[in-house]
């Protein structure tokens, strides 16, 4: 992925999801919990200077996972205006934007990516959280050794180290207004390292009052997309990505779309005839695969992938019963069928699952 607006790293992370992305980012991660209270986040991105503007109003529901940004950039003689939403982070919709086919969610990455780096700069401005924002208050920051990693599920970004942020944070009731001007350096393999990066974001956050989508909301002239990993054949290799494929099939209202989620990602139905536990794999000498175990106390599964430095964690898991669930298909007794986009076959080598040593995110 590569956005024009900066000089900054946004990478596609199209196989890992953030977390994975991040693992190993240790103090240059920022915990932005404390603003996350904000639900409505306005934003121009600009470069001293320049001509290029990016604004971008975005709305989120952090209960239902459900999003929407409206779009107003100008990058060049291009000018980009619309809207581009998520419902219940499963279902991407567009409308009235220029969407290059096979990178639909990299115009949600760029909103995205760009607000989680506020978030981590407002972070370091004031890290105890924007109740310490007593009166306006003038930033002035540099940091010599420690950058900055920030990311979504299908994109990261990098500020290196050093930078310095100066400018303005302001506070009155359940609104901040920011005014910074980022400079620093880049990690971008597609151009050369430290690139430099200087940038101006601009607006405020603040607290939403209603949901992002009522549920009769039709989508008569929206796209809308399934995202999640997307498998594509090219000769005899396969891809796996992660992004965002056309779904004509969920037209209608955002209610007729969350009734399809809820039926598409059931966890299908207890069958106490069935027993998954175990190891499977494409082929038992392989060194890696899938170790199902029981998890809860509903009779559900977590299905685990593992290699050779551990397994996923399963309470990080989307728990199954496999058995009506449509991300699998029980051929036999040890015979699964794994995905939804494409099906991977997976034989049980044994019903011994020995210790589950989680891989630390």
């Not at 060049?76 to 969610?105: H, P, Q, W």
Request: hydrophobic share 35%; net charge negative; aromatic share 6%.
């Amino acid at each position: 992925m590569n956005v024009p607006w900066v000089a900054l790293l946004v990478s596609g992370l199209l196989i890992a999801a953030a977390s994975d992305a991040l693992a190993q980012c240790d103090k240059e991660c920022d915990d932005v919990t404390a603003w996350t209270r904000f639900t409505v986040i306005d934003l121009t991105l600009t470069s001293p200077g320049g001509k290029d503007v990016q604004k971008w109003k975005a709305e989120f529901d952090h209960s239902s996972n459900d999003l929407l940004v409206d779009v107003d950039t100008k990058l060049g003689n291009e000018v980009n205006r619309g809207s581009i939403g998520m419902i219940e982070g499963r279902t991407m919709i567009a409308k009235g934007l220029k969407l290059s086919r096979g990178y639909e969610i990299d115009a949600l990455d760029a909103p995205i990516l760009s607000m989680r780096l506020l978030l981590a700069l407002l972070n370091r401005a004031a890290p105890g959280g924007p109740e310490t924002l007593k009166e306006r208050r003038n930033i002035d920051l540099s940091e010599p050794r420690i950058g900055i990693q920030f990311a979504t599920p299908s994109a990261e970004g990098h500020i290196t180290a050093p930078w310095r942020v100066v400018g303005t944070i302001s506070r009155s009731g359940e609104v901040v207004k920011y005014d910074l001007h980022l400079t620093g350096g880049t990690r971008d393999p597609l151009a050369r390292a430290g690139a430099p990066i200087d940038m101006v974001f601009s607006g405020q956050l603040a607290v939403g009052k209603g949901p992002v989508f009522q549920d009769n909301m039709s989508l008569a002239g929206w796209q809308v997309y399934g995202v999640g990993p997307q498998v594509t054949k090219h000769g005899g290799s396969t891809t796996l990505d992660y992004g965002a494929k056309e779904d004509s099939g969920k037209q209608g209202t955002v209610s007729d779309v969350r009734a399809a989620l809820k039926e598409e990602f059931s966890p299908g139905k207890l069958d106490a005839t069935k027993d998954f536990t175990g190891s499977w794999k494409e082929k038992c000498d392989q060194n890696f695969g899938l170790k199902i175990i029981h998890y809860g106390n509903e009779g559900k599964y977590a299905v685990l992938f593992c290699g050779p430095g551990g397994c996923d964690d399963p309470a990080r898991e989307r728990l199954t019963f496999i058995t009506g669930d449509k991300a699998y298909e029980v051929v036999g007794d040890d015979v699964l069928l794994s995905g939804r986009s494409e099906k991977q076959r997976y034989i049980r080598c044994s019903r011994e699952v020995g210790e589950i040593q989680p891989v630390q995110r």
